[in-house]
C-alpha cells in the first residue's frame, strides 16, 4: 500500500497541477504572463525531504507572437511544518525549456529555468493532497546567444494541484 504521506520515505506520487505567473520586475522592456499545466512524479527521500522531477507545458503571453513551451526540471521540496493533514514545505528546482518561438521577445526559443518558493500540502481524502503554492520563475538562456539576446522573465505566481501516491 502506498504512504499517505507525500514527504514519506520511499514515497512515489504523481503531481497534477496548474499555474499562473505574472512577471514580477522587467529588464526586457515586456510583460509577459505564463499560464501552464504541470506533470511531476515526486520521491521521498525521509526526513521530509523529496526529490521532484517536472514537466511543464506553459503558454507565455508577449508582446508580438505569444510562445508554448515544453519544459522539464529536477528539484528538492522539503517540509518544515506539520501537523495532522497540513505540510507546509519550500521547494527549489532547475532544468531547461523549448518554445515554439523566442521567449521571451528578442530572446532565444532555448532557455534555462530556475524556481522556488513555498506551499502547503493538505491530506483531503486517503490518498489525495491537495496542493498550493506560491512561485517564483526565472526563465533565461544565461547569454548563449549573446548578451543583446538575452533578456529574462522574472515572474511571480501561483501553483495548484493534487498530489496522489501510487
Do not use: C
Amino acid at each position: 500500500m502506498p504512504a499517505d504521506d507525500p514527504f514519506a520515505r520511499h514515497s512515489w506520487n504523481i503531481e497534477l497541477a496548474g499555474q499562473v505567473e505574472l512577471e514580477a520586475w522587467n529588464y526586457n522592456t515586456n510583460h509577459e504572463e505564463l499560464y501552464g499545466l504541470i506533470t511531476a512524479l515526486t520521491y521521498g527521500l525521509g526526513k521530509g525531504v523529496v526529490i521532484t522531477a517536472t514537466v511543464p507545458i506553459t503558454y507565455v503571453s508577449q508582446r508580438g507572437v505569444d510562445g508554448l513551451l515544453l519544459g522539464g526540471t529536477i528539484g528538492v521540496r522539503g517540509r518544515v511544518y506539520r501537523r495532522a493533514r497540513l505540510s507546509i514545505y519550500w521547494e527549489f528546482s532547475v532544468g531547461a525549456s523549448q518554445a515554439d518561438t523566442f521567449v521571451p521577445p528578442r530572446g532565444t526559443r532555448f532557455n534555462y529555468i530556475a524556481q522556488g518558493g513555498g506551499g502547503a500540502t493538505l491530506r483531503v481524502a486517503r490518498g489525495l493532497h491537495a496542493l498550493a503554492a506560491v512561485r517564483w520563475i526565472h526563465l533565461s538562456n544565461n547569454g548563449l546567444a549573446g548578451r543583446d539576446r538575452n533578456p529574462d522573465i522574472e515572474a511571480i505566481g501561483m501553483h495548484v494541484g493534487v498530489l496522489m501516491p501510487f
